[in-house]
């Protein structure tokens, strides 16, 4: 469990590195005061993961430091029912001079663990990290996939009860982070509560209960991962001193954005079905409707296909098609997309988004999410693994071809 009560943290600024030895001599303010996190409060049930997320500057980082001790706030307080720990900033906390496993052990001091605690998790520590050849070398000689594997080890073996974890675990290569991926769900499974802070929409889509939105040090939003995401993403298109208008707006619709544009009519069917649901690998047709309500020179019609966890398949539109599109007021078009449903059986939703160029973040004209349904039912093709089917051939022949790339150790 983790709660996190009236959080607000000052920062002081100032105009060049010298006014703050300016300051001190001549006791003559010099500084602006920036309040960095401003009344944050939150609550992480045991076997709960939150997401943070927030633009650049929102505050993640400063909050994260507070919960696990790095930083002091000036106000409120972190309770939680054992130990925090977590993949901060690489490196923080490692001493670059000391080797890998003095650190772990000195890592784990600082943690709390008694030394005995320490001696019994090192080797697990360090077959985790899959360091054993360098861990006698001092971290300043480590790259940084290296710390970020030296850093999750250490942090989710000292058995917390609230694990923090941020961008750092995307310097990872791809094996590693789904090792951690694994791990974080076995911690999650086993009651431990998660702050998980990350720009990656989809990952907390997919690995969070509940997610909140920073904005200028304060919690704007405390809710689904689904509406956080979405709230996020109207702060990125720069409409968030208008969401209330915008709602009002579109009451009557599906979205938000400017309105110059809008999506007054959609509908989807497979090509032989007729209907929502469709075989996967079934042609599907998706009938938009667009009206301009102001002149909109530069017109992009983007898709978005997402499956049950909200995470996004397949987006297209048609800056990418390179079809240029341009309406003047009044004016009432119909756009029609074919996509293959080559995808695995399962309930998908369709966003639809009008804006200006390649996405929404400069001009976001009408914003529609989860609009349609689609249903997948049945393979047309051979059976597959996973989310898609991806076009494949297979031959087989005699094995004198030339070398493989990448010989199979023991062959
Ligand atoms: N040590 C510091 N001194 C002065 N200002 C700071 C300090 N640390 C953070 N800030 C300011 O506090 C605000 C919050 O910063 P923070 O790094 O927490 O944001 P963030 O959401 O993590 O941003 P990003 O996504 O870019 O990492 C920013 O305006 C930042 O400039």
């Known amino acids: 469990m983790l709660e996190v009560t009236d ?40 076997g709960e993961t939150l997401g943070v997320i927030g633009r650049n500057g929102a505050g993640k980082s400063t909050l994260l430091k507070i919960v696990t ?45 008694t030394r005995r605690e320490v001696d019994e998790r090192v080797d697990a520590i360090i077959d985790f990290a899959e360091l054993d050849a360098f861990i006698d070398e001092p971290v300043r000689t480590y790259s940084s996939g290296m710390v970020m594997r030296l850093g999750f080890s250490s942090a989710i073996h000292a058995e917390p009860s609230c694990f923090v974890v941020d961008e750092a675990l995307s310097v990872g290569d791809a094996h590693f982070q789904q090792k951690c991926m694994r791990r974080i769900r076995d911690f999650q499974a086993r009651g431990g509560s998660i702050l998980f802070v990350s720009h990656d929409l989809n990952a907390v889509k997919m690995l969070c209960d509940r997610a909140v939105v920073l904005e200028h040090g304060t919690v704007m939003a405390d809710t689904t991962p689904d509406a956080a995401v979405n709230q996020y993403n109207r702060l990125i298109s720069g409409r968030e001193e208008d969401t209330e208008r915008d709602h009002a707006a579109f009451e009557d619709g599906f979205g938000y954005g400017t309105g110059a544009a809008r999506v007054v009519g959609a509908e989807l069917a497979g090509e032989d079905s007729g ?24 017109l992009t019609c983007g898709i978005l296909l997402r499956d049950r966890f909200g995470q996004d398949i397949y987006g297209v539109n048609t ?11 009044d004016d009432c078009i119909e756009l029609r997309f074919r996509i293959c449903a080559e995808l695995a059986s399962g309930h998908y939703t369709l966003t639809v988004a009008l804006h200006s160029a390649e996405n929404h ?24 693994a996973g989310v898609c089917r991806l076009p494949t051939e297979c031959a087989i022949g005699s094995a004198e071809g030339p070398m493989f790339k990448k010989r199979i150790a023991g062959s």
């Open 361 to 384: 973040l400069e001009n976001c004209y009408h914003w529609c999410d989860n609009l349609l349904q689609l249903q997948v039912a049945g393979v047309r093709t051979h059976p597959f």
């Open 69 to 113: 001790g790095v930083m002091m706030p000036d106000r409120g307080r972190v309770h939680t029912d054992g130990r925090t720990t977590g993949l901060l900033e690489l490196g923080t906390g490692f001493n670059a001079e000391l080797t890998g496993r003095q650190n772990i052990i000195a890592n784990g001091l600082l943690l709390g663990l």
């Open 319 to 329: 800056h990418y098609l390179e079809e240029r599109l341009a309406l003047s007021p």
């Open 275 to 298: 209907a929502e649901t469709v075989a996967s690998g079934e042609w599907v047709n998706i009938r938009l409707v667009i009206q301009a309500e102001h002149p909109v020179p530069d």
């Open 7 to 46: 959080l607000c943290k000052q920062f002081r600024l100032y105009d060049q590195p010298v006014d703050r030895l300016k300051e001190a001599i001549t006791r003559r303010t010099r500084h602006r005061l920036h309040q960095g996190l401003n009344g944050v409060s939150f609550r992480v049930a045991p």
